[in-house]
T-cell receptor, first 109, second 115 residues
Framework: EDQVTQSPEALRLQEGESSSLNCSYT??????LFWYRQDPGKGPEFLFTLYSAGEEKEKERLKATLTKKESFLHITAPKPEDSATYLCAVQVRASKIIFGSGTRLSIRP | DTGVSQDPRHKITKRGQNVTFRCDPISEHNRLYWYRQTLGQGPEFLTYFQNEAQLEKSRLLSDRFSAERPKGSFSTLEIQRTEQGDSAMYLCASSLGEVSTDTQYFGPGTRLTVL
């Protein structure tokens, strides 16, 4: 069965303390892996699409990487405004993506 | 704003009532998706449209749920005889419909509370 697992469930960091979020997946055929950011009470905001193992993408303090079994979202020197839930999703066929449960990230000033 | 829009943003209803939500996708996108999200979970797929055709429905979509996308533009999701278990955030997303990897863009969601 196709599955996406994110860890940790929650992460509290001090401002400026870098860390990584993990997304591991078991799917029959990977068409793409997505990272979204979701603020409380709002819809997910698209961050990155990764297509193949070895690929990396960056945006401001965020960097996403992909291997054959997992993806990491690295956060460098985070700020309080980076606090949000980060969702990982995997596209398994043209019409369908499966989401993980997310990592709730909290950055203390 | 040229993003995905949803209306209403919040809906409070009593058990047994019918509710209808609307989604307006990004104008050039031909695929439209509906998801449900409960607290602490990621979005769960409900159904999707390619233009006006509803091509897939999740087993989560009971016979009390119906979705339409007339003329391939906006879409509506109706829940009949609402139950307390229907309380959730209902999210709409749209995409270009590319054959390989197809990035979905989400709207702000409609928060449903069934009393």
């Amino acid at each position: 069965e196709d599955q996406v697992t994110q860890s940790p469930e929650a992460l509290r960091l001090q401002e400026g303390e870098s860390s990584s979020l993990n997304c591991s997946y078991t799917v029959s055929g990977l068409r793409g892996l997505f990272w979204y950011r979701q603020d409380p009470g709002k819809g997910p905001e698209f961050l990155f699409t990764l297509y193949s193992a070895g690929e990396e993408k960056e945006k401001e303090r965020l960097k996403a990487t992909l291997t054959k079994k997992e993806s990491f979202l690295h956060i460098t020197a985070p700020k309080p405004e980076d606090s949000a839930t980060y969702l990982c999703a995997v596209q398994v066929r043209a019409s369908k993506i499966i989401f993980g449960s997310g990592t709730r990230l909290s950055i203390r000033p | 704003d040229t993003g995905v829009s949803q209306d209403p943003r919040h809906k409070i209803t009593k058990r047994g009532q019918n509710v209808t939500f609307r989604c307006d996708p990004i104008s050039e996108h031909n695929r439209l998706y509906w998801y449900r999200q409960t607290l602490g979970q990621g979005p769960e797929f409900l159904t999707y449209f390619q233009n006006e055709a509803q091509l897939e429905k999740s087993r989560l979509l009971s016979d009390r749920f119906s979705a339409e996308r007339p003329k391939g533009s906006f879409s509506t999701l109706e829940i009949q005889r609402t139950e307390q278990g229907d309380s959730a955030m209902y999210l709409c997303a749209s995409s270009l419909g590319e054959v390989s990897t197809d990035t979905q863009y989400f709207g702000p969601g409609t928060r449903l509370t069934v009393l």
